[in-house]
C-alpha cells in the first residue's frame, strides 16, 4: 500500500511484515510528506531474524534490512511490554512469548496465567518502543517512547493488537483495547516514538532524502 502522493516525494518504507502494527504506523505517519510503503506490500520482501540483545538494535536490524532491500529511507521500530513482577519481561521476546504458534490472544492469555495470584498493586507494567531511520546512504537515528500502566485480572476491549486488551491506563481508566486508535496514539509508546520521528522525518532525513 502506497499513500498515493506524487512519485517526486522521497519514499519512506516502513519495515514490517505485522499488518496491525503497519496500519498503527501509517495512521500515525501517512500524513507526512513521503510516499509511504509497507515492506510487506512489497514484492517478495522478507526481514532477517531479530537477533539484537536491545530494543534499538532489533529496530536498527529491520530498517537496514528495508533500506537494502528498497533504496529507500526505512523505519523500524521494535517495542515490548515489561512487567515488574516478571522481571521486567516478556520486554524483548513480547512477540515470541508463551512459545511459537500462538496468536496475540494466545500470548496475553498466557501473560494473564503468569500473573494469576499476583495483585493489583504488583501488577505494574510499560509498553516501551524504539523506532530506528536507516538513511541508505549512510544516516542513522534511534528514537523512543514509553508508557506506563498495569496488567488487567482480564482482557477488555477488541481494539489494537498484541497486549493492548490488557494493558490498563490509569489516567483513562481503560485499557488499550478499549480505546479508539486516535485516543491510543495520543498516549502510548509507538505515538510517542513515532512523533519524535516525525520532527526528524520532517527535517534532516528528509532533506538528505529528497
Known amino acids: 500500500m502506497t499513500s498515493g502522493r506524487s512519485s517526486s516525494r522521497p519514499r519512506l518504507v516502513i519495515a514490517t511484515l505485522n499488518r496491525g502494527k503497519g496500519r498503527e504506523l501509517l495512521a500515525l505517519l501517512g500524513d507526512l510528506p513521503y510516499d509511504v510503503t509497507l515492506l ?12 539484537g540483545q536491545t530494543y534499538q538494535e532489533n529496530a536498527l536490524i529491520k530498517a537496514r534490512a528495508a533500506a537494502r532491500a528498497t533504496g529507500a529511507l526505512s523505519l523500524g521500530d521494535d517495542s515490548g511490554i515489561e512487567v515488574d513482577a516478571l522481571g521486567g519481561g516478556p520486554g524483548l521476546y513480547s512477540a515470541r512469548f508463551g512459545g511459537p504458534g500462538l496468536d496475540d490472544a494466545g500470548r496475553y492469555t498466557q501473560l494473564l496465567e503468569r500473573l494469576r495470584d499476583v495483585p493489583p498493586a504488583r501488577r505494574s507494567a510499560r509498553f516501551r518502543c524504539v523506532i530506528a531511520l536507516v538513511d541508505p546512504r549512510g544516516g542513522e537515528r534511534l528514537v523512543e517512547g514509553v508508557v506506563e500502566g498495569f496488567i488487567a485480572e482480564a482482557p477488555r476491549g477488541t481494539g489494537g493488537f498484541g497486549y493492548d486488551p490488557v494493558f490498563f491506563y490509569p489516567p483513562l481508566a481503560r485499557t488499550f483495547g478499549e480505546l479508539s486508535l486516535h485516543a491510543k496514539h495520543g498516549v502510548d509508546h509507538r505515538g510517542a516514538a513515532a512523533r519524535a520521528a516525525r520532527a526528524l522525518l520532517a527535517g534532516p532525513f528528509r532533506t538528505s532524502c529528497a
Request: charged content about 25%; proline content about 17%.
Open 40 to 51: 510487506a506490500d512489497v514484492p517478495g520482501a522478507a526481514l532477517p531474524e531479530e537477533t
